[in-house]
């Protein structure tokens, strides 16, 4: 299948209007000796019926959340989205432009991202978003290095109950410019140890990074957390789940310098992982200093409001090697789905959303309570997502699960031996019903199979 | 213009998507710390819809007319890729789901990999990176720990003046100190000043092939000669790799590192600015450094490898921008290999037959032949007082989308143009008489071009003022200024 | 304008769509018998995507705005709607395929023709029929072959003179003689008229209810029953049963058949002129008049029921727009029993309420309370040279779409106004201030509307040398005005 | 999930503004007595969530094609749809939009319905089409109405090798207007017995209708039959098949005077049989006989082209029982796939798909002429579809098919029993694979169940 629309005498004719006699001669600057020889082995064309075939036989190759009960999180849910979303993604007005460099023919995409920044604004309670970030990883990564640039220390300080996937990027990010991240571990509840986080600033530090929830579900003293930070004249940078807004305090609420977060919840599929869509809102002081691109409100020649991309000095295509980022291509499509979603569902239906998270996260909790030998060490101050430690293995629990249709959690031993062998984290979104969630509650009890 | 969402979802109701919550009975209130509402809109889905739309409708895309980005690849995003990328199958995976339940995906990667490694010539490829941006820097990490495992102290980065944007940032964040080398007259790198630049504490010396200029580099088996006599790393920027489909294997040349973007070279879409896909390369040497995890053959199967204790580790949460790999992949199927090298030749044609027209009437700094895109300066309107940007603006008005403008820097009054091999020779044609007429009116009535747009949704915006104080976020719950 | 697909796909390529034929030892050549080719276009999937896209954009549609077109029922149709019936369950069935593989199918028609009877207070709905028009032939040939079976010779249908146009033509084409008759002042069927014209030639009694003017019949219970006791029915156009959901069965006051439009009250989208679905509905002792198959019980799933010795057999190839099932029947489960009340409701709070605004410029011949729409007049502008016709493409210009015009045929420069439910206040409020804007224009400057439209992608048609000689097929290889 | 936007204060307030205090009031001409008491038996209002589970759950209850491989024809076949036609169709500029009656603000669909009749009047080689009627069966019934008016005599010849389900919508809609139809029977080839043409035509018929090819897949000798019909003063009235049209001789080659089809296999899907596309062509001098919509091409005042619905004095809305039909609503999206399908396939796929069809339906012919005690009685001159009788009951044959994924064919027994016990009707399209088709005859001859 070509998607070339030039014919052959399309070509020759063009050639001859170019002054030359062949495709080759237009390649002279390249060495023929560095020139392929023969085919590349890729195989013949297919047809679109071979390709969707092809490709397709791969997607049934999978088992896609339709087709299982879903109790996976750790970053990414399985929550509904609605039909809209979709119908807005499926416009090729969105999906097929490219970067809004010429604002007046791109004042859709420009103004639905405009939205979108706000609704970020106001779900984090800060000054201002930008307009999207790859995914939570690097927003925190870029967060750290506003912090560091702000605050002009190469050390910050992050909670031990924070995905090790987080982590590792934060890592990668940091080595380069070897700034130091220290670990703040957790109490005997699974937040964060505000001791001895006191005794780590000890040392300077440019940020203390919280995430609440954290990994582990629970939710922090954010304000105690801010305090803290504060105090030792560090920036507070939390990292928050999109949807535990609605119900818990926002990052502006309790003095957050920079909120990033992951908003793969905010109508975007999981997509076994990708894309995903990082958010960053800051105080306004900070704004000058951040990464990527930004959406304003301004007017045309004529009076009439628009939108443009604006501080374009802090980006590399203007600013080069003294840019705040090199982040270039960002996920706005994603931003597009996040501003389609939180359109549809509303002030209360998201709330709603929230809540439905929150109650069936704890009913499973307290279904779990009751079964003997689950252990869940933390206590249920979760939002939606908890530790659970199964009697048996985990292994074999989640085998049995997954047996049964279920996705009972993320196995968390490997990453984290400090919680001990058979730990598992387990989220519970708006989308389980209670048949699942007790059909979850029989299988811990041994008391699965039924059906 | 359009109200905001937030003004039209005041005071309304949204409809109901999902079920009673069936467990009333929890009670959660103890949980709430937030005071007040979100301050999100509530909006009957009719309404919500027709505001979409209406976006929808002051976009130039793809599919409503050509778009000449130079370095931008906008090519053709076939639909039915849209709609395999669509299937459960795909998008409703969790990424820590058992590996048995996701061999279709593994599968899928595992191929994609390979297929890069075949057009490349590469050793291997990690997806992981989901920009172009995020290939350099994942690329500049892999020379950074290539070189400390080494125990050399190489910091410094080379980088001509004709790069993109994204190369000396990436190089900055990794903590390499860049040094900019100037091309030569004729738009290429200069083997003797490189030479010269050259030592002990070159890192990499990163170049982008074909240039920013849409040339090829006539020297570059002496450029990456000259850099590996100096025991640096050759990364090559592969955002123009669609001049090079079958006809040059970079890994096959000698390059160590490199990126391509799937966003562009393999017919994704941009989404108004993302997501893309940066998957980055390397050489045998390099293999070890790459993102972890990888995706390996096992037994009949496939499956992640996790360690490696050389690896960079991480630059994504998960494994990239799966869903944008899915369409590449489709992409390179329908293709295959006579017609990977049938894009290149084509995209390589369309930019000289549409330079060879535009050169009559606008300059051509750095006459062809060009690979698959070329540069054009609007200098010889400077008399008549037109700058590139009222061409540009012109162009709108003619219902075309205008080149890349004032890039690369090197070019004064730069028009960066790229025609794709999707367009057909009518559709160049068309393009390339609007520019014609567009350099009369500059001559005859330049006021026209200073004046335009007029026929777009709104006219030239303000945008010193939006610098000055940027509004950034909607204020009021309602009302503001129609 | 936009070129046509012949004028665009003239020597070019197109894709490769299927895999080449896996028995290319077949020779099938001798039997083949046309001489030359079809004529098709030949066009790369770019250039048909942007052809397709440009001619979308030259569509007013219902995410566009308010689509007041009296009669026509021109509500939001759901999204989500349309992805269900997208499913391939759905979609990818053959209609002889073998009942147990298609139980759910089954069960959807089954449920839908429920939910019909329950709404409707009809005692059984056949779906076959595929447009209102269609409906109503159907229910035709039932009171035929009702009357045949009794044999009585009754060969004339009565038919107000506000009936839409549909309700004459099918009855000649079922073979019966129409018989107009008056409405009164009040824009109603007068008893005494109709109690002199039916007699023992008199086979059906055709009205549409709420009428065209948008009125109840107040009389509706005395009609039907001077009706019935000549030994006649009572048929009822029930494309305007967006006005009587939940408040009014018609099954349930007398009438023996009446036919639904799914495409009109059940929010299933009109698709540019259809498909729709027309489902036909009767009372008791017609049930077996009622074309096959039927889908019945049968143990614990739905089989096919093909036989009915009485049955008036069939209207359509296969089981009627089962597709258009689908979007219905998901309709009605969004709603609900309280919803659809609401439906109705809002409905006649939108247009009673558009008709006090309205009727401050606009003449209203038979004032309220109306029901789902009412009928403006534009005669009050003639003594200022302008007509309906004017207004309507006046609101062209603002961006709206016009009403229903020049029909019901007994108001004079008739404006047929149908909000619907799903339209907000703030809409309602901005067409009628758009209406009074054009009613002083009128006044003012008629000149405006006899120009009108002037923002439209083409202007005033000439249908008239159209109609002198049509010119219905591209005659030209390539090549034609631009 | 409501789809209403107005709230109860806007409810308010319009009715305060309308001058009434309650709903109520406005339901004053409804006498309460007809009324519905308390709400109807319907359930409660469905969120999406339930919505797209409950009717979703219904297409699981169903085997579609694509689970299945598909030797069913009878007028719908299981053909490739390229993915351009989903994707202009879920264009809501189009499927949202009523009938162009404001054609200013409709030459979308104006001028693809123009294209459209324009591929029909092509392949059926016709001198125009109409803009679509409901599906072949009722183009059949109009066409026969104006073959009636036309040569005013009521009483029209047909094929007895014709589709029982087109012969009972033409009986239906002959009744009201006491049309004879009277039947052709087929010879030993499963061809129109031309001799009994003959003999019927001793009394006169408005029309002669030929399906070519017919419902038992053979070819017509289509201009014996033309010339036979047009001696006898009558109309010929050509069913055919459009993909037919790619291979074999159009009806306008032969003469005939209407031609009539589904055009269902023009990338609509099977959709349990609806909807359909009826497609008629005409003769010139007939086009203000024909029913239904008509695109014409015209000018606006300033000169520039654009298209309107034309000859609407046919049409019911103006003419009312004088229209040539009272068909309004038509068929318009299904004629838009249509002309997507066929512009994307173009000249060289579309005759491909032809192509195809004819070669591989031809293989299977073979392959069962192979099988011991399979027969075809009509021998090889069909396109795409023909009838074959199975050694065994054909009712045990297409259930072990079934079992092994394959849908054998349409038993033709109770509606043909002239073709004795055991006759199916077998098609075959360009998606079948030689897989399939072999897996096909190793069923027939009771080597089934492998794989
Ligand atoms: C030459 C070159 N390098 C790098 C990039 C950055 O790629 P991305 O936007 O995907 O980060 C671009 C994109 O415009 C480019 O053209
Ligand atoms: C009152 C009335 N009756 C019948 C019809 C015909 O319905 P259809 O177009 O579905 O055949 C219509 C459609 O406009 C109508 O408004």
């Known amino acids: 299948m070509s998607f070339i629309q030039n014919t052959d005498s399309d070509r020759e004719e063009m050639l001859r209007a170019t002054g030359v006699s062949s495709f080759e001669q237009l390649l002279s600057p390249v060495d023929p000796a560095l020139r392929v020889k023969g085919d590349l082995k890729l195989g013949r064309p297919m047809s679109e019926t071979e390709v969707r075939s092809h490709v397709g036989a791969m997607a049934s190759r999978n088992r896609p959340a339709g087709s299982l009960a879903s109790f996976l999180g750790g970053g990414i849910y399985d929550r509904f989205i609605p039909a809209t979303v979709r119908y807005v993604l499926s416009r090729s007005e969105f999906y097929t432009s490219y970067t809004p460099y010429q604002a007046e023919v791109s004042q859709g995409t420009l103004q639905a991202i405009y939205e979108y920044q706000t609704m970020i604004a106001r779900l984090t309670a800060m000054d201002a978003a930008n307009a999207s970030m790859y995914d939570a990883a690097t927003s925190l990564a870029e967060a750290m290095f506003m912090a560091c640039s702000i605050k002009r220390s190469d050390r910050i300080l992050v909670p031990a109950a924070l995905s090790t996937r987080v982590r590792a990027v934060l890592e990668s990010y940091a080595a380069g410019r070897r700034i130091r991240i220290e670990e703040v571990p957790w109490t005997d509840e699974g937040t964060m140890d505000l001791g001895r986080a006191e005794e780590l600033f000890s040392e300077k530090a440019s940020a203390l990074v919280m995430a609440n929830p954290n990994y582990f579900g629970m939710i922090e003293d954010a304000a105690r957390i801010s305090d803290l930070a504060h105090s030792k004249g560090a920036l507070l940078v939390a990292l928050v789940d999109p949807v535990s807004l609605a119900l818990l305090s926002p990052p502006g609420e309790y003095g957050a310098d920079i909120a990033v977060g992951e908003g793969q919840s905010l109508g975007i599929p999981q997509s076994f992982g990708g894309p995903l869509l990082g958010f960053m809102a800051a105080r306004q002081e900070y704004i000058r200093k951040c990464p990527g691109r930004l959406i304003s409100a301004t007017t045309d020649i004529d009076g009439k409001r628009g939108y443009v991309m604006t501080l374009q000095t802090r980006e590399q295509h203007i600013r080069r090697e003294k840019a705040t980022s090199n982040i270039c291509s960002n996920e706005g499509l994603c931003a597009l789905s996040a501003a389609v979603y939180l359109s549809t569902m509303g002030e209360d239906g998201f709330r709603e959303v929230a809540r439905q998270s929150a109650a069936k996260s704890h009913a499973l909790y307290r279904l779990l309570s009751g079964v003997e030998g689950c252990v869940m060490p933390f206590g249920d101050n979760f939002f939606q997502e908890f530790v659970v430690r199964m009697p048996g293995s985990s292994e074999s629990f989640l085998s049995q699960a997954r047996a049964e249709g279920i996705l009972g959690g993320i196995p968390l031993s490997g990453d984290y031996p400090l919680l001990g062998g058979d730990a598992i984290l387990v989220a519970v979104t708006e989308k389980r019903t209670r048949a699942e969630i007790e059909k979850y509650g029989d299988i811990a009890a041994g008391k699965g199979g039924g059906r | ?482």
Request: a negative charge.
């Open chain 2, 1 to 482: 213009m359009s109200a905001t969402i937030f003004e039209k979802g005041t005071g309304g109701v949204s409809g109901r998507y999902i079920p009673e919550n069936d467990f009333p009975e929890e009670r959660i209130d103890d949980l709430i710390s937030r005071s007040g509402e979100v301050g999100l809109p509530r909006i009957g889905q009719q309404d919500l819809i027709r505001h979409y739309v209406e976006l929808a409708s002051k976009n130039y895309h793809i599919d409503k007319g050509m778009y000449p980005l130079g370095s931008c690849t906008m090519k053709y995003n076939p639909v039915v890729n849209e709609e395999i990328a669509r299937l459960d199958g795909f998008t409703g995976l969790h990424p820590a789901q058992d590996e048995e339940d996701v061999q279709g995906a593994l599968e899928l990667i595992y191929n994609l990999e390979s297929a890069l490694c075949e057009i490349t010539g590469m050793s291997a490829f990690s997806l992981q990176p989901v920009a172009g941006a995020h290939g350099e820097l994942t690329g500049m990490m892999i020379a950074r720990d290539y070189f400390r495992g080494r125990g050399e102290d190489r910091n410094v980065v080379i980088v001509p003046d004709s790069a993109h944007g994204t190369n000396p940032a990436s190089v900055v964040i990794c903590g390499f100190t860049p040094k900019t080398i100037p091309s030569n007259d004729k738009g290429l790198i200069d083997p003797e000043i490189l030479e010269k630049e050259v030592n002990e504490k070159t890192a990499v010396f990163m170049l982008t092939l074909p240039n920013t200029l849409g040339l090829f580099e006539k020297e570059i088996a002496r450029i990456i000669e000259i850099v590996h006599r100096a025991g640096a790393l050759v990364y090559m920027d592969g955002a123009n790799m669609n001049a090079l489909l079958g006809l040059v294997r970079p890994g096959s040349i000698g390059i160590d590192i490199m990126h391509v973007n799937l966003h562009k070279t393999f017919a994704t879409p941009h989404g108004g600015g993302g997501p893309g896909s940066g998957p980055v390369g390397v050489r045998e040497h390099l293999v070890d450094f790459l993102p972890v995890p990888r995706v390996v053959r096992e037994g009949g199967g496939f499956a992640f490898d996790h360690v490696s204790e050389k690896s960079i580790g991480k630059v994504h949460s998960w494994y990239g921008n799966f869903n944008v790999f899915v369409k590449a992949y489709a992409y390179i199927c329908a293709c295959g290999a006579s017609g990977l090298r049938a894009v290149s030749e084509n995209a390589i044609i369309n930019a000289n037959y549409l330079m060879s027209r535009i050169g009559k009437w606008y300059d051509i700094k750095y006459p062809g032949p060009c690979m698959h895109e070329f540069v054009a300066s609007g200098r010889n309107l400077k008399a008549h007082g037109v700058r590139t940007t009222d061409v540009a603006k012109r162009l709108l008005d003619y219902g075309l989308h205008a080149p890349t403008v004032y890039f690369p820097l090197i070019v004064e009054e730069a028009l960066m143009i790229e025609p794709v091999e999707t367009e057909k020779r009518e559709t160049l044609d068309h393009f390339a008489s609007v520019m014609e007429r567009i350099s009369i009116e500059a001559r005859e009535n330049p006021q026209i071009l200073h004046d335009a747009p007029v026929t777009t949704p709104v006219r030239r915006l303000d945008e010193a003022a939006a610098a000055r104080n940027p509004d950034l976020c909607w204020a009021g719950p309602a009302g503001g200024p129609e």
